[in-house]
């Protein structure tokens, strides 16, 4: 790559990302904002902050009254996400029985997917109880420590999970992290073995989760129930059969063919 062309490739990078910190400055701060707040939010000159925002409200995603004062985003980038949301498999088959799920347990329920060496959430139905384990859609964690991430492991063939299982980060995040490969998969066969997978204190010392594997147009996810471990531990059979039921139930119409790895 020529240093022109790749010096392109910094710039656009860097710009994406800044439009994605805007959104989430203006989430951040809760309401209209001035052009200040939002560059001292993002971290970025003022000067360069005008220039994404006017950008930004060409496009009609942002909006300022009377073309000054506070800014604010419009309504496009819901009407954007729903459209894309009305075309994702993921909320199409499974939202309803998931948020069902999170209703019926009382704990937040997750589906997430494996992404390089972390897990990468999709959707959360996070539980409405007071003490709950609380993240946002598009979360990573690292994967050896995390459940879904052991449920899709635990589905790929034996070749790639080895693969995955040496190049992983044994980072020390509780009393309880799994530190070795060896170690993880044992744990992994034990998951296979049973049909769900557990966290149980690993990535954080008071959370637990429950999860099983299920095939979505031949890629693998996983489905979670997380939430307090004094809550979660005990009932951990029972919460596996409950996700187990709604793979069942959904299996016919997420219908794909298996791959071996991702």
Known sequence: MDAARHTTLIVDVKTAARTLDLFEAFEALGGP???????????????????????????????????????????????????LAEHDVLSQRLSNDLAALRDCCGETVVIETLNGREALYIDVFESHQQIRYSLRAGARRPAHA??????????????ERNRILQVLEYRKLTSRTILSASRLEADLLKGMRRGWFTNLGESAEDLAAVDVPIAINGDWFGISIAGPLQRIKPRMSSLAKSLREIVRANKGALAGQRRSGG
Do not use: D, H
């Open 146 to 159: 995390n459940s879904i991430a052991k449920a899709v492991m635990g589905a790929f063939l034996p070749a």
């Open 33 to 83: 904002a001035s052009l200040t707040e939002l560059a001292e939010r993002i971290g970025m000159p003022v000067s360069s902050c005008f220039a994404l925002v006017r950008t930004m409200q060409r496009r009609g995603y942002v909006y300022s009254l009377r073309g000054r004062g506070p800014l604010y985003p419009t309504g496009r980038l819901l009407t954007v996400a729903r459209a």
